[in-house]
């Protein structure tokens, strides 16, 4: 399946996408959140499907949301592709560096990026999310799989004086309003036929930075999943994402290009979709 969800920011109802339209589930559950996949949603959801109910169709002009709502955490990998860290001329991580996003950051795939107030160096990083299925604590990962609903796109954006000179945790430059633009779909798993083997791409003004596939991942999705739940309960509904490949704006070289109001970002991801955000000053 390919869900969705729809309507106006913070009154969104889930849906389906099948083939190239959308239908309203929303008689048949009531969101995409925690209490939805720990209740086995996704399976009871596919077998309500299967009987052909008649659902309402949403016309393609409405704004999609984040596929999943807000979550218990929103947790991300740094530095997980060989080339990325070159560029930025960090090392390869010996162990996964993880650091968080406020939920408060998700926001649906096309809706404008906000640029922070006092910001001059925001920027952009596509990267492949994967969404806890159930309650994961210490997981073997042989077991692992076991415990991941499906997958998004997603475009870490990050503000990188806040980021980096600033002090302190990278939080500071991750959590903006705005800066976790998810979807359009999640994907269930049996929907991607190799995760490890997605074409993934990202433009700023109709050029291409980033252009990569998610083999380069050094720390692979079943190692992270056990990797994670070793030092924190994965709730159902988190948002796990894996990290950057090369093509940032802060590796860009002689000079950095950071987005400025007027911008355009599109990415995309095989089998995920496509998503664009168009860049907007902050004012009050």
């Avoid at 929303?26 to 925690?34: G, H, Q």
């Avoid at 991750?174 to 979807?183: E, I, N, V």
């Avoid at 739940?229 to 802060?250: A, C, H, K, R, W």
Wanted: glycine fraction near 10%.
């Amino acid at each position: 399946m390919k869900l969705i969800r729809f309507g106006e920011a913070g009154k969104e109802k889930p849906g389906v996408l099948i083939g190239e339209k959308r239908f309203d589930v929303s008689s048949i559950v009531a969101d995409y959140n925690e209490a939805f996949f720990e209740d086995n949603g996704l399976e009871k959801l596919e077998a309500a499907l299967k009987n052909n109910p008649v659902l309402p169709e949403v016309d393609a002009s409405v704004r999609l949301g984040s596929p999943v709502a807000r979550p218990s955490k929103i947790i991300c990998i740094g530095l997980n592709y060989v080339d990325h860290c070159k560029e930025t001329g960090a090392p390869i991580p010996e162990e996964p560096i993880i650091f968080f996003k406020s939920t408060t950051a998700l926001c649906g795939p096309n809706d404008d990026l906000i640029i922070p107030k006092n910001s001059d160096k925001t920027d952009w990083e596509i990267e492949l999310v994967f969404i806890v299925g159930k309650k994961a604590s210490y997981v073997e990962e042989a077991d692992a799989m076991d415990y991941v609903a499906g997958y998004c796109l997603h475009n870490d954006y990050s503000e990188r004086a806040f980021q980096l000179e600033r002090g302190g945790q990278w939080a500071k430059g991750k959590g903006c309003d705005t800066f976790a633009p998810l979807g359009p779909i999640m994907a269930t798993k049996d929907e991607i036929a190799d995760v490890n083997n997605l074409s993934m791409w990202l433009t700023v003004n109709g050029k291409t930075f980033q252009n990569s596939n998610t083999s380069n991942l050094v720390f692979k999705i079943p190692f992270l999943v056990h990797y994670l739940s070793q030092f924190m309960t994965l709730l159902p509904g988190d948002v796990i994402s894996t990290g950057t490949p090369p093509g940032v704006g802060l590796g860009i070289k002689p000079q950095p290009i950071y987005l400025k109001a007027g911008d355009v970002v599109e990415l995309g991801m095989e089998g995920l979709g496509t998503s664009k955000q168009v860049a907007v000053a902050y004012s009050k």
